[in-house]
């Protein structure tokens, strides 16, 4: 493993230098068969359908609004907007998940069916990804859709990290209900 991998990364660094590169296909099957074998699981289900409820009819200016205001308590003292999804047990759930992976996921965060956030491993810089393309290539689409972005190399952590989205359905509607993403450090799947 330490081989491929060392063989492998001057091309991600060769490659990030003229831009993003594509994620290895690892990681769409380590999200496929690790991460939806609970991401489908009644304690995501329920969280999202409940959210689902509470901002059906919500106006674009209302989520507007809310993005607004979490944008504006990160990194404050108040977040009460922030507090309330991070204090959620499904964020706990998933922060575990992040800490169980032995570093292959950065982060985690599931969206409602409007893009709004239900529950996030880390606090994320907003709450609204309903205009993102991790959620209009994979909610929009249908059920199962999966969209792999491309990796970028990451400042903060110091990392090239990709992230892998999909839609998640009710599997008592079969329907469409949100999606997660799932960031990913990509150096791990080389």
Do not use: C
């Not at 489908?40 to 507007?64: F, K, L, R, Y």
């Not at 607004?68 to 959620?88: F, K």
């Not at 969206?111 to 993102?132: C, F, H, I, K, P």
């Amino acid at each position: 493993m330490f081989r491929e991998f060392s063989l492998a990364l001057p091309l991600v660094v060769a490659a990030s230098i003229a831009g993003a590169v594509d994620a290895p296909p690892a990681m769409k099957a380590f999200v496929e068969t690790d991460i939806m074998a609970w991401a489908t699981g009644p304690q995501v289900v329920d969280a999202i359908n409940a959210q689902n409820a509470e901002t059906a009819g919500a106006t674009q200016a209302q989520i507007d609004a809310w993005d607004g205001q979490w944008r504006a308590e990160v990194g404050q003292a108040e977040q009460p907007l922030i507090s309330e999804v991070m204090g959620r047990s499904l964020s706990a759930f998933l922060g575990e998940q992040v800490a169980a992976s032995g570093g292959r996921i950065t982060e985690i965060f599931v969206m409602d069916g409007l893009g709004l956030n239900v529950a996030a491993s880390d606090v994320t810089s907003d709450y609204w990804q309903g205009d993102e393309a991790k959620f209009q290539k994979t909610h929009g689409v249908g059920p199962g859709t999966v969209f792999v972005d491309e990796v970028e190399f990451d400042e903060s952590s110091q990392t090239y990290q990709g992230q892998v989205s999909v839609a998640l359905t009710d599997p008592a509607t079969g329907e469409v209900i949100g999606a997660i993403t799932v960031g990913l450090n990509a150096e791990a799947f080389f």
